[in-house]
Nanobody, 129 residues
Framework: QVQLVESGGGSVQAGGSLRLSCAAS????????MGWFRQAPGKEREGVAS???????RYADSVKGRFTISKDNAKNTLYLQMNSLKPEETAMYYC???????????????????????WGRGTQVTVSS
């Protein structure tokens, strides 16, 4: 099993930055497709970024150039650096781990519906205008 605990959320003004962290437990962490998805009240869940076991990253078009996903396998920690944040990005952000050969934001966003996936409780990001 993999347990995921997110941190780093908070309140920022539009244009600001936040760095989310996701501490993972489980010795197979490095072999998973890892990523972040977000969900705001009344809105559909949205995949944000993914990183596979080889370190290849993929992003939703809406965050390309502003968000950076990374991981430190030695620390079992996943990160999401978010710059130039927008008010419409206010949401709960979740870390996910999916045991999948393919890895993308589409895979990550389906984590809650899969038997081969884990996700955390989320961290709130609030962006004010």
């Amino acid at each position: 099993q993999v347990q995921l605990v997110e941190s780093g959320g908070g309140s920022v003004q539009a244009g600001g930055s936040l760095r989310l962290s996701c501490a993972a437990s489980g010795d197979t962490y490095s072999s998973y497709c890892m990523g972040w998805f977000r969900q705001a009240p009344g809105k559909e869940r949205e995949g944000v970024a993914s990183i596979d076991s080889d370190g290849i990253t993929r992003y939703a078009d809406s965050v390309k150039g502003r968000f950076t996903i990374s991981k430190d396998n030695a620390k079992n920690t996943l990160y999401l650096q978010m710059n130039s944040l927008k008010p419409e990005e206010t949401a709960m952000y979740y870390c996910a781990a999916v045991l999948s050969r393919s890895c993308s934001v589409v895979v990550v966003v389906t984590a809650p519906h899969r038997d081969d996936a884990y996700w955390g409780r989320g961290t709130q990001v609030t962006v004010s205008s």
